[in-house]
Structure formats: structure tokens, C-alpha cells
């Protein structure tokens, strides 16, 4: 009795595990790696292979690289960036400011211009309890900020 093998085997090769990959590209795309990696490898027989391993190895290095090297900023700094801009526009901030002042401030600091995101980053500091609306009972969702024109300032910049 024979045992049949599955499609995805793992081979040996070099002392690397090497797996069975089926994708599906151009054909032209497929003549022209397949020449330049047979120039550049010196070998007819795994250049394509060793090309395709080196490109992966390039992209997943981009990627992981990206998210690494730019962490996004903590809402609490992002917080105290839009203090700080309130500081600045105005001489001297109180616990109570009227909310397009802040709703300023934050495009400004954010680069944001849609009426919607400010909403947004308004709703996220009221859920961190950063700051708290005052004509509105409670903002279940960040559209509620549209009728709001208070807000008090719970959190004081660190």
C-alpha cells in the first residue's frame, strides 16, 4: 500500500525547511523575472525561487519596519497637544471652554478638516474621561458632538 503525499510538502533544502508555494502572476511578469533571476543567480535551475524568497524578505521587512518606526501617538499626548494649543490661542485656559475653540485646536494639531473626525476625537477624549460636555446630557455617539457648544476640561495637561 502506497501513501500518498500532499500537495504542500516540506523539503530539505540546504539545511532550510523550504515549503511548496502556488501562486498565480502573468506570464509576462513570469519571462521576465524568470530571465533576470537566471542572469542574476547564475543558475537556471531555483533562481526563480531564490528571487521570489529575497522579494518576500524585502516586503516583510518594509512592513514590520514601518509600524515600528512610527508609533502612533498616545491619546493622552494627543490630548495634551490640543491643551497646548488651546494655551496658546488663548491667554490663560479655565476648566470650561466653549467647544469650537477646541474643535480648532484639534484640526490644527491633527490636520484634520471633516467636521466628522473632530466629533470623533472629541467622543474619544470624552470616553477616556479627558473632558466632559456640559449642553449635551451624555454623547452616546460622536455624531451627539454636533449639538454640544460647551465643554468642561476634567483632565488638566501633565
Known sequence: MSLRRGRR???????????HLHVMISRELY???????????????????YAVE??????????????????????RERYNAVIRCLEFEMDEVSRVVHQVFLERCIMNEF???DP???YGWLHRFYQAGL????????????????????????AIRV
Not at 516586503?59 to 518606526?69: E, M, P, S
Not at 460636555?133 to 451627539?144: A, C, G, S, Y
Open 111 to 113: 490636520d484634520v478638516k
Open 116 to 118: 466628522r473626525t473632530v
Open 54 to 75: 529575497e522579494a518576500l524578505e524585502m516586503w516583510l521587512a518594509t512592513h514590520t519596519q514601518a509600524h515600528r518606526v512610527n508609533p502612533r501617538m498616545p491619546l
Open 9 to 19: 510538502r516540506r523539503k530539505r533544502f540546504n539545511g532550510n525547511d523550504k515549503v
Open 131 to 154: 473632558i466632559k460636555p456640559l449642553t449635551v446630557e451624555r454623547p452616546l455617539k460622536p455624531r451627539d458632538w454636533a449639538r454640544n457648544r460647551v465643554v468642561e476640561l476634567v
Open 31 to 49: 519571462t521576465k523575472v524568470k530571465e533576470l533571476a537566471s542572469r542574476v543567480y547564475d543558475c537556471h535551475r531555483g533562481a526563480l525561487s
